[in-house]
Antibody, heavy 120, light 107 residues
Framework: EVQLVQSGAEVKKPGESLKISCKTS????????IGWVRQKPGKGLEWMGI????????RYSPSFQGQVIISADRSISTAYLQWSSLKASDSAIYYC?????????????WGHGTMVTVSS | EVVLTQSPATLSVSPGERATLSCRAS??????LAWYQQRPGQAPRLLIY???SGATGVPARFSGSGSGTEFTLTISSLQSEDFAFYYC?????????FGQGTRVEIK
């Protein structure tokens, strides 16, 4: 079965680091871009960035450049999103999603989301 | 950055009626626009890409149209499971961006 399985909910304090994961299965991990999307409570979707797992090429939205790091481990078909120092404003649900094609930069397969809560 | 403005913010429709949602881009994006549905507590689901191409498994009552800066998602006859949020997304420019969403609620 083709699926993206994300890691579980996290509760962290401001200033702490965090790395959440998105494990893929059922398709060739290195042949399709993986993106990350943020959704704050009661709000809309925000595109954060993408990674090509084949060579770990990444592209970020300017809003998230320098704030997070997107990475991938080809050996276990898993993509990651990480923070070095969390802020309360990072509290949100984070989705990973598979891009449909090279030129069709839309997302046809989504993880269930990882809720991140940052609170002192 | 391309700004996508969706209207209306909330659309009240009776089951069986037609719903028309709009997405306007701040600059031309050709036909590089997608639509997603998000039900409460669920991840988004791709409905339409390329402005008018239906994604796999999407019912025929969902259709998209438009090019340049004006786009429309039409749901021909609303079913109970269609009451949800809908987002447009452009992929013509970097960074990719989403509209702020339209909530389709039961009238």
């Amino acid at each position: 079965e083709v699926q993206l399985v994300q890691s579980g909910a996290e509760v962290k304090k401001p200033g702490e680091s965090l790395k959440i994961s998105c494990k893929t299965s059922g398709y060739s991990f290195t042949s399709q871009w993986i993106g990350w999307v943020r959704q704050k409570p009661g709000k809309g979707l925000e595109w954060m960035g993408i990674i090509w797992p084949g060579d770990s090429e990444t592209r970020y939205s300017p809003s998230f450049q320098g704030q997070v790091i997107i990475s991938a481990d080809r050996s276990i078909s898993t993509a990651y999103l990480q923070w070095s120092s969390l802020k309360a404003s990072d509290s949100a649900i984070y989705y990973c999603a598979r891009q449909l094609g090279q030129l069709r930069a839309v997302y046809d397969l989504w993880g269930h989301g990882t809720m991140v809560t940052v609170s002192s | 950055e391309v700004v996508l403005t969706q209207s209306p913010a909330t659309l009240s429709v009776s089951p069986g009626e037609r719903a028309t949602l709009s997405c306007r881009a701040s600059q031309s994006i050709d036909t590089n626009l997608a639509w997603y549905q998000q039900r409460p507590g669920q991840a988004p689901r791709l409905l339409i890409y390329g402005s008018s191409s239906g994604a796999t498994g999407v019912p025929a009552r969902f259709s998209g149209s438009g090019s340049g800066t004006e786009f429309t998602l039409t749901i021909s006859s609303l079913q109970s499971e269609d009451f949800a949020f809908y987002y447009c997304q452009q992929y013509n420019n970097w960074p990719r961006t989403f509209g702020q969403g339209t909530r389709v609620e039961i009238k």
